[in-house]
């Protein structure tokens, strides 16, 4: 009941102005929030409005036009970020058991690389993770090749701390050993990731939902062999999060796969162009023709 009420108040604070605010962000930054589920962008707004003292929705849109830093502050706000490394350490057990030499051993022939985005990676312990894995099974292998990961996101705070690759004792609670020394220098109460694992992750800003670019600029030398996209089609609607999938499905080679979170579901239509690997890990593979 007391949440209720809660919920009550913040819709009424805002939702006079919330179609206004989405016009308002596409026109000052470009950034749509008209995909993402109502109620949260409601939640994030009332608490950017009561971070700076604002109870007033057309008071909050006015800042807003004054003052550019807040649109940054709203739209990393549209993350949650929260994020660890080897997140479900089971899916990254599958990944190091069954995908990635499945990929090594069927990589299009002249190429010795693994290419791989992690879509919202959010301060990057998804994409080391990634790149530790890759980086692991390659050396157990003696694969020449270079693993390479595409890190991108929305949130430009949470992109400069993965560039910075320094967490605390609990982001890295799920490294296991033998790879916590091979790829982590501690530093007194933080772990950096060591260069090698720092070289193999670029990072860029890229909107997800955006139609005009179909994957990160990065990858101008073609589509890749792995997406991870975790832990972030919650937030969108069904038809954003459709458009979202096309989208990682055309960057993916054909027999390339795609990892999802563990609650997110595809419709029926893009479950129609995936094969599933694994359900209970949301592990997918694009099909060859
Ligand atoms: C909860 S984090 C998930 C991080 C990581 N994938 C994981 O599973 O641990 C969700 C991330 O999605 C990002 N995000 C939200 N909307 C986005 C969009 N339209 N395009 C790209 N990234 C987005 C957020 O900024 C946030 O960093």
Redesign the pocket.
Known sequence: MERLMEETKVDNQVKFSLDRLFQELKALRGFDLSG?RRNMVLRQVATRMAAVNIIDGQAYLDYLRDNPQECNLLI?R???????FF?DPVVFELLGRDVLPDLLRNLPSGCGNIRAW??????G??AYSMAMMIHFIMNARKHDGKGIVVA????CT?LARGKRAIYSREQVLNVRLGMMEKYLINRGDSYEVCPEIRDMVQYSW?????DETLAPIENIAGTFDLV?????LI?FTAPIKKR?LAKLIKALRPGGYLVL?DSEFVDPETAMQLEEVDFKSRIFRKPKP
């Open positions: 993402y990393d549209m993350g949650v970020n929260v994020s660890r997140r992690s879509a919202g990676c959010s301060e312990e998804e991108t996101d929305i949130d949470a890229d909107d997800l939902t955006v991870f996209c975790r832990n972030m937030y979202v979170g």
